[in-house]
């Protein structure tokens, strides 16, 4: 919707920051870290060959869709996807110890110039994921003790394993049940609160959301429905709960944004919506947030004060929620100071900011857990970052970030170790469908490095810490799908379009 539109009032307009207009805002040394990473075709052969990695597992026949780690051994991966590019392929899945992972660069089979040569792989399944009938794309362990495992398929089933382990080498997996309620699941989100574990929401393709809580003590009964709701009108994207796992957030094609009461807290208080289920409820039909082209991303703050909500042509939507809680002691100031900034009204729903930097659709969100950063993927291939505590000013536009390829997904390194203790919180990792996995620094340019400005050849781009390659990337059976880091980011695994699973070693 054009800010010019004759039908909104333009005192009820949110602010719509683009990048000429916030660089006056931000000072300098925010974003003398732009940066421009330009393809070159003549290096494409030698990237292809480039392998990083200090561990693989090829037991996958097609691509691996998703990829999910236990919370408490994060050896432990989980990883999801096809047995096949037929149409009639099932989905199948594996779980993998990478503790064994050697401290080497590894070549698997598929990349050597002779494919039959013999080569074990390095890493071996300890369970495999069987039971659907079509592609895995979506796994979680419950949380907060990973004592279940979850796999969702485009056959809409839902399968369930019950989890015991006290090492990653010890760890057993037993068939729970599974429910089929829906034709397709689009993704997986653990509830993170202790007070309601092992449960588990998911967002389906005909709009609907479901939220499940997992009990092997009832076997007549071990999928509990807690929850199902039908509001949104088209496919079901994206969902992420609040931190405090009372709140659940969804959003659509359809271009709406539903954020569930689903515990009841809010009811309670009497802070949800006239539909009863909902703290917010923001459709098309509302000109001021609307969303051309439908939303595909969505995030919740460390503080559980506002929602970010990214969609088609690189819109994005900052909407205010009710404090259902108060925020952990432990908190960092820095992200008490994002949600005193942000929230401007004390009222949930109202619209705190509507940007648009980049140019393609908003494939991932992700907050900083302790500084005042919201990060943003764009299909555009560039990574664009705000400052939460400034009215979400951009601080860094890292323009062909993965070289003009889609960013899949972004997550910040919660809890770095050793020397790069200070950045956590600052570490930003990247994905991307070029096949690569980048970590950037957000504080500045890149620790003893001048910075460099786009275009220069022979220097890192400032901001940017490490990168790793070993994946295919562009075009069909190319690109990093997901990855997992841990709390340290010290090791990240990764899910590949090209049907391999690598371990990278920070």
Known sequence: MSSSDPHRDPEDAPEVLHEDDVAEVVEAQDVDGDLVMGDDDDDQDELVLQNDSIAYFDGHKDSVFCIAQHPLYPNLVATGGSEGDADDAPGKGYVIDTSAAAERPVLPPSYNSDPNAAQNPALKSIFAIEGHTDSINALAF????????????????????????????????????????????????????????????????????????????D??????????????????????????????????????????????????????????QTVVSLTAADQRFEVEGGLYSVAISPTGSFVAAGGAGGAIRIV??????????????????????????????????????????????AFSPSAPLLAAGSVDGSIAVFDTARSFALRRHLRGAHDGEAVVKLEFVRAASGPAAQAAGWLLTSCGLDGVVRRWDLRGATPGAAPAQAGQEGQAPAGLVKEWRGHRGGGEGGGVLGFVQGETGERVVTAGDDAVVLVFEA
Not at 200 to 206: C, K, R, T, V
Not at 250 to 273: I, M, P, Q, R
């Open 142 to 217: 419950t949380l907060p003790r990973g004592e279940f495992l979850v796999s969702g398929g485009m056959d809409g089933r839902l399968r369930v394993y019950a989890v015991s382990a006290s090492s990653p080498s010890s760890a057993q997996f037993r068939f729970l049940g599974e429910s089929q309620e829906t034709e397709e699941v689009n993704w997986l989100a653990p509830c993170p609160s202790a007070e309601y574990p092992n449960t588990i929401a998911f967002g389906a393709s005909d709009g609907s959301v479901w939220v499940l809580t997992l009990d092997a003590s």
């Open 219 to 276: 076997p007549s009964n071990p999928i509990q429905i807690v929850q199902t709701y039908f509001l949104h009108t088209g496919p079901c994207t994206a969902g992420a709960w609040s931190p405090d796992g009372l709140l659940l957030a969804t959003v659509s094609e359809d271009a709406s944004l539903h954020v569930f009461d689903v515990w009841g807290v809010a009811g309670a208080k009497n802070l949800v919506t006239d539909n009863g």
């Open 320 to 365: 205010s929620l009710p404090r259902l809680s108060q925020p952990q002691a432990q908190q960092q100031s820095k992200s008490r100071q994002q949600a005193k900034s942000a929230a401007t009204s004390s009222q949930a729903g109202a619209i705190l900011a509507a940007v648009q930097v980049q140019t393609d659709s908003i494939e991932t969100l």
